[in-house]
């Protein structure tokens, strides 16, 4: 047995009617069949509309002279007689107006498919589905529960009772409850009726004709790029159904589910197409499926749901991409992305933007856009590689607003690794320089004139001699390649690009102020004396967190911070030095004699000095900072990086923790002061990432 449902667009005409038929009398070579039909396109609302009105005879006589015209074109002679009387009788009850006014619509359309299949030589058979379905009492036009026993008992019997019919057909949407009075499954329902049919009989197929070519990724008036889903689960179907897919109503999946029967859903005016199929053989395979959506027309928002198969994906993939999709498409949703089991993930916008919101979201995970491929190789397999590979594979490595898609070909620690890309990167390749080697910056020259780009977020590499630093610019520019590092200070801040742009015009950069250690910072700002640990313990602690150097002097001795100036300064087209650079360190020489234990058994002895200091700052109303700056006077620019007493005027009174704070004048304007997170690997991939794209 085969089950047929066609939907109103199915039927809307003669014309469409003749498909029907062709369909059925093919199924029908094959197998017998139950054909179930809605009512023809835009009846079942007209019903509606005649049962509210105060005077329907025009509406009435509309309605019934749409259903004779097909009847005119599909029956000749006495036939045609025959048809038109019967639905003249049917115009007769509606006229009486009925309380489910709306059950009408599937008797007239499958009276007609009836007796046309008859006219052609079937062996056809008329069932009553209000005499066969039953549901809940008192569920009037609203739907109702299904008691399945006695609907399948009452359907087996129809079908057992004419054993030489070939063809059954009966209308979808309709029954009757068990106190008598007609009802209905539900707008769409139809769908259902067809589903417990195929239940009833064990049919070996059922299939959901419509004008779609099944279901699809995407509602296509909304989305024009949307395509059809080939398999689908149960579960997947219904998910998108209850969630907005109108292709499917959502309750028909379960009786077919439930015995097992697939569903292929079938594009009537594209036979030859295989739509979708609805089964679990898909079920258990990660894979995304569609986008839809379902509007609260009181609140005038929409939910829109990103469904999705197999085991539960994170939150920090799909939800990531979700949102990144309606950040670059310019859409701000109302609250989070949240998610259901896992596999149905939501995100509520306005009404008026819902459109725009789903079709970004399907664009992210169902297009295929033409994204320029960057390979690249990660040096550098620590905290701030993997945080780069794991922002990458969270989009799929694809970042649509830039149109480009990364591509990690390679994160090695390895000592020859830079070596190794020069002899396999193609030409646009990107090496990244996330490590905190001393001299890896040796193969940036050869690396750019292969024509291998560089991103760096190691300041060792471009702490160097100034020569070598030209050098590496040069050949970046020679080669028509980038040479990027605006992690090196400041981990994500805009710092580089703020100097570089104020050196270039005006009066160039006149004085930078900078502080930029973030272990010197951790340590500053951590210590209050008495009041919490001692300087010893907070600095082990900073050692521990890895925030040092292995010998913390080297931070205490201002190596880290030296090395952040002369980036800063070679951007605001100052060649400095080492040697330029004045440097006090934060403790006297003695702290730097002897052994790294040496070192922290000098700092508990001298513990009551550094409290006695605190106290002192605290009555003048003072605090110390780790200064870098730069200053412009009349014989140049001088260089400096000490121990400043700041007051509660200074942008660098309030630092806490691991922030920076910048400082940079040029010409007569205010200051700049950019001021933010100086430390975090997930901040400096960023970086990272936001300077390959550029």
Known sequence: MIVLKFGGSSVASATAMSRVLDIVEQAAAKDRVILISSAISGCTDALLQIGKSEDPENLINSLRDRHLAIISRLFTGAERA???????????????????????????????????????????????????????????????????????????????????????????????????????????????????????????????????????????????????????????????????????????????????????????????????????????????KGVSSLDDPLEGTTRICLTGEGPATGKSVAARRIASALRDAGIKPLGDVNSEGGVNWFITVRTNVAANAVAAIHREFFEERTLSLID????????????????????????????????????????????????????????????????????????????????????????????????IKAAAAENGCFFRYDTTVGNALPILQSISDGANCGDGVSLIEAVVSCTLNYIITGYDGVHRESFATLLRRAQAEGLTEHDPRTDLGGRDALRKLLILSREAGVPLEEKDVEVVPMLGPEYFEGGVEDFYRLLDENEPLFVKREEELDALGKRQRFVASLRRDGSGYKASIRMQL??????????????????????????????GSGEGARLAASGIIRNILQ
């Open 82 to 288: 025959e048809a038109v009387a019967d639905c003249r009788n049917t115009f007769s009850d509606i006229r009486c107006i009925p309380p489910v006014i709306e059950a009408f619509g599937e008797l007239l359309s499958t009276r007609i498919l009836a007796r046309k299949l008859a006219c052609e030589g079937f062996e056809t058979e008329w069932l009553d589905s209000r005499e066969l379905v039953r549901t809940a009492p008192g569920s009037g036009s609203n739907g109702g529960e299904v008691d399945i026993d006695y609907t399948y008992k009452s359907i087996r019997e129809a079908v057992a009772a004419h054993p030489q019919t070939r063809v059954f057909v009966a209308p979808g949407f309709i029954a009757r409850d068990s106190s008598g009075a007609v009802t209905t499954l539900g707008r769409g329902g139809s769908d259902y009726s067809a589903s417990l049919f195929a239940a009833a009989v064990s049919a070996a197929d059922l299939q959901i004709w419509t004008d779609v070519p099944g279901i699809m990724t995407a509602n296509p008036k909304v989305v024009p790029a949307a395509g059809t889903i080939r398999e689908i689960s149960y579960q997947a179907a219904f998910d998108m159904a209850r969630y907005g897919a109108k292709v499917l109503y959502a309750p028909a999946v379960a009786p077919a589910r439930d015995a097992g029967i697939a569903i292929g859903i079938r594009n009537t005016f594209d036979p030859q197409n295989p739509g979708t199929v609805i089964s679990d053989r898909c079920a258990g395979v990660r894979e995304w």
């Open 376 to 471: 690249v190789y990660v040096a550098g397999n620590g905290a701030v590689g993997q945080a780069l590979k794991s922002i990458v594979e969270s989009v799929g490595g694809k970042f649509p607003s830039a149109g480009k898609r990364l591509r990690i070909m390679e994160i090695s620690s390895d000592h020859g690794f830079a070596e190794r890309v020069l002899s396999v990167a193609r030409r646009r390749s990107v090496f990244v320089d996330c490590t905190d080697s001393e001299d890896i910056w040796r193969w940036f020259v050869p690396l750019l004139r292969a024509g291998v780009n560089i991103v760096c977020s190691n300041r060792r590499s471009l702490a160097i001699p100034y020569v070598e630093y030209a050098a």
């Open 646 to 675: 700041v007051g509660i005027d200074s942008p660098f009174y309030f630092l806490s923790g691991t922030e920076n704070v910048t400082v940079i004048h040029s010409g007569d304007a205010y200051p700049l002061v950019i001021k």
